[in-house]
């Protein structure tokens, strides 16, 4: 099921760039020199330019609740983003992201842990964007397929949950490995993209992310189980699910033989967290320079003054 839904979301990827691609190319060439009287199209520099944008995506979670491939759930991711051009090459971009991550042990190789969670996510990041090819002075002459590079900084806010006998927790309020965890955490996001230019000042951009964040509890799963009998009783039945599984029979290392013992396994705190966003984004450029001053406006003196009037009566004398 988690493959096909994989395989949707690449299909739909690659369907949408090249639907792009046949409206870029069937609107381009329709144009013909600049559009409108402005800066941005009348062969002056097109450096300042801003743009904003909308996204909508995948998110897809690697940690200790999938170390495999076949534990890979895809969930949707939504933006909004704001940027601005320095150069022929250089952009700077500001996004804010909502996105949901999701993994379970069932059917993975650490199935008999039986730990799962979901988690609604919030990114704010600042990007800088290298173009591989530059603008030239026409706006609307721009490059009809614009590969770049980004990378940058940020900060996310994650909230794991897990549903425990019909309801849902909150993990991070009940200390599972005993660790009293931020919420938040720096992110550095990275990945390539394309950029398609659609028609007058639309573009559409695809873009692969990853994202390398500071935190392994993203899942609330990093290092070892605790002592049950001193923790809150949910905290306890959250922390160790394993007695949940039934038909599986774990080989516990405690005498009670109901769970772990203290600094039994439960992560893998050698290795953070991460998460990577595969993403369309639709794209409006907007002209901040263009005034009307009633200054620009001038009239043109009509051919019956001045003059030649004057010579005209005087020849009809």
């Avoid at 090819?133 to 996310?156: C, D, E, T």
Wanted: glycine letters at 10%; one cysteine or more; hydrophobic letters at 35%.
């Amino acid at each position: 099921m988690r493959k096909d839904i994989l395989h949707f979301t690449c299909g739909f990827v690659l369907l949408a760039f090249f639907l792009a691609t046949s409206v870029a190319e069937a609107q381009r060439s329709r144009q013909r020199g600049p559009l409108r009287n402005s800066r941005l199209y009348s062969g002056l520099s097109n450096y300042g330019v801003m743009k904003l944008s909308v996204g909508v995506g995948s998110a897809t979670y690697f940690g200790d609740l999938c170390e495999t491939g076949d534990c890979i759930s895809v969930r949707p991711y939504f933006n909004l983003g704001f940027d601005y051009r320095f150069g022929g090459r250089v952009r700077a971009r500001m996004e804010g992201a909502y996105f949901r991550l999701a993994s379970t042990d069932a059917g993975g190789k650490n199935a008999v842990r039986n730990l799962s969670f979901r988690s609604g996510n919030i990114e704010v990041a600042a990007t800088g964007i290298f173009e591989f090819y530059s603008y030239n002075k026409f706006f609307n002459q721009r490059p009809l397929f614009s590969p770049y590079l980004f990378a940058g900084i940020g900060v996310s806010y994650f909230t794991p949950r897990t549903k425990y006998q019909g309801s849902w927790y909150t993990l991070p309020r009940y200390d599972t490995e005993g660790v009293d965890y931020s919420q938040f955490t720096p992110v550095i996001p990275f990945g390539f993209g394309v950029q398609i230019a659609l028609a007058n000042e639309w573009d559409l951009s695809i873009e692969v992310g990853y994202r390398k964040i500071f935190t392994d509890y993203l899942d609330d799963v990093s290092t070892v189980y605790q002592n049950n009998a001193t923790m809150d009783p949910i905290a306890a039945a959250l922390a160790d699910r394993t007695k949940e599984l039934g038909g599986l029979a774990p080989t516990y290392d405690s005498n009670d033989k109901i769970h772990w013992n203290e600094g039994h396994k439960r992560g893998n705190p050698d290795r953070k967290d991460s998460y990577i966003i595969v993403a369309a984004k639709l794209e409006y450029t907007i002209n901040p320079l263009v005034k009307t001053r009633r200054s620009n406006v001038k009239f043109r003196r009509p051919k019956f003054s001045g003059g030649t009037g004057g010579s005209r009566q005087k020849r009809r004398r």
